[in-house]
Structures are given as C-alpha cells and as structure tokens.
C-alpha cells in the first residue's frame, strides 16, 4: 500500500483502544467529546497490515458515548481512514464548513453511526 502524498500517521497491528477527550464546537455550542481518533484536514491515517490486523476499538457505549472516530477540523484538504478496522463506539464524523474525510478499504463493525 502506497502511503497519498501530505502527512500520514502509519498504525501498526493490533488493537487500538486509547481515547482522549477534547472540546468541539457542534452546531456552535462547545460540547466534550471522548475519542478514539480526532482527525485533521489532510491527516491519513493507515493500517500498516490491513483492516484485518489493525484495529481502532472506540470501546463499549455507556453513559458518556466514545467515538470510535470524530472529524471535526474544517479545512480545503481530504482527512483519510485506510485500512483499518472501526469499531466499539459511535462512529461520527462531522461535516460541518469545508471538513471533507474519506474511509477506504476498511472494515466499519458494531458501532453506533452519526453524521452531522
């Protein structure tokens, strides 16, 4: 797999379960979301060895909901989810002003979705 041109984060196999929790502006009230992955515009992050070894856990949903993963930057360039597996959470991305993702060979299982 040849890695687009712009900044990319390699992921090696296994499974992923760190969350971290920043504050977002969703239809303009500040609001914490926790998350496995927050993703900036022009950011690709890649499963080194595929959907099948690799895989983003956004963990059980309880009372505070985690998401798996969360795009909330706008900007002019293309955020990128390749080859992963996502799952264990709320799967949102949020399309808000000019933030623009795209999700390839990847496998997206149990997880609550949402889009804004």
């Not at 985690?66 to 959470?89: C, D, E, F, Q």
């Not at 933030?99 to 299982?109: D, F, G, H």
Request: aromatic fraction near 6%.
């Amino acid at each position: 797999m040849r890695p687009p041109a712009g900044d990319s984060v390699l992921v090696g196999p296994g499974t992923w379960t760190d969350r971290a929790a920043r504050t977002v502006v969703v239809l303009g009230t500040p609001q914490t979301l926790l998350a496995a992955m927050f993703l900036k515009p022009g950011v690709c992050v890649i499963g080194t060895s595929g959907a099948e070894d690799t895989v983003l856990d956004g963990g059980p949903l309880g009372a505070w909901p985690v998401y798996s993963v969360i795009h909330v930057l706008p900007g002019s360039k293309r955020a990128k989810v390749v080859g992963m597996t996502v799952t264990g959470g709320g799967l949102a991305f949020s399309r808000r002003g000019r933030a623009r993702w795209k999700v390839t060979a990847c496998r997206v299982e149990r997880n609550q979705s949402g889009a804004s």
